[in-house]
């Protein structure tokens, strides 16, 4: 916050004092955080425009909304803002106005006369869920049920190219429904779906959490084949995790594959629908993934990306199926590399079937490439230079254009840009900070979200030469409350580590800093593969809670180990086969930076990081105790062994490769080293970082005589939220952060 600066030479001493301190009292915030108002009152929620689906015309959008008591789709201008027409409301889908149902999400048909309503969603994992499906006819107001619903639950239901049709996954096994037909009987394209044991059309839980994939059902883009991915995980191991809240407790049990245990078999079909036969076309032959698949823009051909166990090398497979059943393979593109091959969407083919674009990162820094469909042909280049595409949006095909995000401005900023298939480049917005964007079918319009360390986003409607159109939301409330509150600066900066490589980090101190004093400083960390936690971007509740603590009279800063993305494949890939080492160096490197500050209080240094970051932490308490003082560590890992084979030996091989490599950065084989206030906490419901990491942790601190404090969240998964649990949580935490940070 700005200070007042008074040059006044005609005021005695006494009266300039006097009068500084009423003008303070007068304007100076003076609201004091609470952990009540950042983690349970939504005071610091800021607003954003969601919920927003392009339509075909590129001219409109649609949003699902409340009204009077009902959700409604509601149809608008993007050029105006201004409504054009209420598509359907819950009495219009399900008739009776009184009844609970809602819709809760929904699909246009292709011509945009259907629509493909979802209601009663049940989440099973991070991105999956059952629901009832219905399919309604915008025009003549008319709703059929998707199945028979004394069935069960479905998921994943999609439309068909021509909109007669609706693929759909029920008990683990395909089917086909034609809703509006009467009488019409579903089509069962597969039948051995068993839980635990096969699943048809969708993935199991590995695929889904490290691939970020559950859909397992996919159109020809001409409607007549429905290819789909095929799961035999009766070879895997189950994981169970008793469900607390009964007098016996029930155990959840599902397939989850450690390092170095066996993975499901996948294969993937095609089912012609006139022939009404599937046919194998590619499989996973042993120790292999295949973690995507997508039509081209030619209806007969399936791209089938194949990779080794290892993930370092990766082949784009083109495969069909002829009239008499045989199944053709071409390769389309191949890559390796020693380290691994990042799984991602950046994929799209050109509507002329001669070319697609792609991104790698094979020159060093990930990068937008065209290449030839005429496999291992030509590729031409589209970006360079030492930064990384980050995430490709789209293509116009009318201009050429690719859109995309990147590190172009460095790790610590998100910009947008596009580019033509000559490698003509614009950037999207020049202000320091954060950029995304959601653009029409036609990228006729953008809409458009900036913002950096201080400043909440600001939306705003852009036309295709990036020009203003108007503000959508410019968060005024959030920003009106957060002036009644003498908030701190994050600060970025750089600092050299032992090994000469600069990391970049933040500083938040104080809003009554006084250099003359000394601090004690809360570390906050993740540090793993993927994730930057040193970012100009509105930091929202994490910000305020960090703000709370500089409150509290404590320095809280933050930095981006080796390891971390944005910065190219040789720095982000640095810490292969030795997960944790790298990274627990630079901290303790960071703690010696911080130690060596005049305002730095060295021996009161604590650290606290959740999932990666509580597996850090937890080596930073072990391996690092001479520099941290004290740790708060949140559904860690604590032994890689435990955790599952895809992200596992994707940066550390399998544990019969690589015994050391996982021994030797497993804090449960460290705890000996522990010294300082350790605060361990988890959620007895982890599907992900299983309960067992902490249970193996606490076994062993017992073993070595180590003190420490430990908290469990009975049935809570990974995020250990709902009801009063995030409030709770935090009061703990900051509880333990005042008596020994």
Not at 21 to 40: F, G, H, N, R, T
Not at 453 to 477: F, K, M, S, Y
Not at 519 to 541: C, F, K, R
Not at 603 to 614: A, C, K, N
């Amino acid at each position: 916050m700005s200070q007042f600066n008074f040059k006044v030479f005609t005021f005695t001493a006494i009266a300039l004092l006097a009068f500084q301190v009423s003008a303070q009292s007068q304007s100076a915030p003076s609201e004091q955080l609470s952990v009540e108002d950042v983690w349970q009152n939504g005071k610091f929620y800021g607003d954003g425009v969601y919920g927003i689906r392009s339509m075909a015309d590129g001219k409109h959008y649609t949003r699902l909304e409340s009204r009077d008591e009902q959700q409604a789709i509601v149809k608008y201008a993007y050029a105006t803002g201004e409504e054009v027409e209420v598509i359907a409301t819950d009495e219009d889908v399900f008739g009776d106005p009184n009844q609970e149902v809602q819709i809760s999400g929904y699909e246009f048909s292709s011509d945009e006369k259907q629509l493909l309503i979802s209601t009663g969603h049940e989440s099973i994992y991070r991105h999956s869920y059952t629901a009832d499906f219905y399919v309604h006819v915008i025009k003549k107001h008319r709703t059929y049920p998707l199945s028979d619903m004394t069935l069960g639950k479905t998921r994943l239901a999609s439309f068909s190219p021509e909109g007669d049709q609706v693929a759909f996954v029920r008990d683990n096994n395909v089917f086909i429904a034609t809703p509006a037909k009467k009488n019409a009987p579903e089509i069962q394209v597969t039948s051995d779906g068993v839980w635990n044991e096969v699943i048809n059309g969708a993935s199991d839980w590995v695929y889904e959490e490290e691939f970020g994939k559950d859909n397992g059902i996919f159109w020809s883009p001409d409607g007549e084949r429905l290819a789909y991915y095929r799961f035999d995980e009766s070879g895997v191991r189950e994981f169970s995790m008793p469900m607390y809240g009964t007098l016996y407790p029930e155990p959840y049990t599902f397939k989850y594959p450690k390092a170095g245990e066996d993975n499901s078999d996948v294969s993937i079909h095609i089912y012609n629908l006139e022939l009404g036969q599937s046919v194998e076309v590619a499989n996973t032959d042993g120790d292999r993934y295949i973690p995507r698949i997508q039509w081209t823009s030619n209806p007969e051909l399936l791209c089938v990306t194949e990779m080794n166990r290892h993930q370092n090398a990766l082949d784009l497979v083109g495969v069909n199926v002829g009239k008499d059943g045989a199944v053709s393979r071409r390769t389309l593109l191949s890559e390796g590399c020693e380290t691994y091959i990042p799984v991602h969407d950046n994929l799209v083919f050109l509507e002329d079937s001669k070319s697609f674009l792609w991104t790698s990162s094979k020159d060093g820094f990930n990068h937008l490439y065209k290449v030839s469909m005429k496999g291992k042909g030509k590729q031409q280049q589209l970006t360079s230079g030492a930064w990384d595409v980050s995430e490709v949006h789209g293509f116009d095909a009318e201009s050429e254009r690719v859109y995309f995000s990147s590190t172009i401005n460095g790790p610590t900023q998100k910009h947008l840009a596009r580019v033509d298939l000559d490698g003509a480049m614009q950037i999207l917005g020049e202000a320091a900070g954060s950029h995304r964007a959601t653009y029409s079918r036609t990228f006729d319009y953008a809409i458009h979200t900036h913002s950096d360390a201080a400043t909440p986003g600001t939306t705003v409607l852009r036309d295709v030469d990036w020009q203003p159109i108007r503000t959508l939301e410019d968060n005024a409330r959030l920003k009106e409350t957060l002036a009644g509150y003498d908030l701190s600066e994050r600060a970025f900066f750089t600092f050299k580590n032992d090994a000469g490589v600069d990391l970049n980090a933040w500083m938040m101190k104080p809003a009554n800093f006084d250099p003359t004093k000394t601090y004690p400083v809360y570390v906050a960390i993740y540090g793993g593969p993927g994730v930057n936690t040193v970012t100009d971007s509105w930091g929202g509740i994490n910000h305020m809670w960090y703000n709370l603590l500089c409150q509290e009279g404590y320095i809280v800063a933050s930095v981006d180990p080796r390891g971390t993305p944005g910065r190219g494949r040789a720095f982000e890939h640095s810490t292969q086969l030795q997960l944790g080492k790298l990274e627990t160096e630079d901290f303790i490197d960071f703690a010696e930076y911080l130690s060596a500050k005049s305002y730095v209080d060295g021996g009161r240094i604590g650290i606290q990081g959740w999932s990666y970051g509580g597996y850090m932490t937890a080596l930073c308490m072990t391996k690092g105790a001479a520099h941290y003082k004290a740790g708060i560590c949140v559904a860690p890992v604590s032994n890689w062994r435990y955790y599952d084979s895809i992200y596992t030996e994707r940066f550390m091989r399998t544990p019969q490769e690589n015994p050391d490599g996982y021994d030797d950065n497993s804090p449960i084989n460290h705890v000996d080293k522990m010294t300082g206030p350790f605060l361990l906490v988890h959620g007895s419901a982890d599907d992900n970082v299983h309960f067992q990491n902490s249970m193996e942790m606490v076994d062993a601190l017992i073993a070595a005589g180590v003190d420490f404090d430990f908290m469990a969240y009975p049935n809570r998964n990974h995020g250990i939220y709902g009801g009063n649990t995030r409030l709770h949580l935090f009061r703990m935490m900051l509880d333990f952060v005042k008596e020994h940070f």
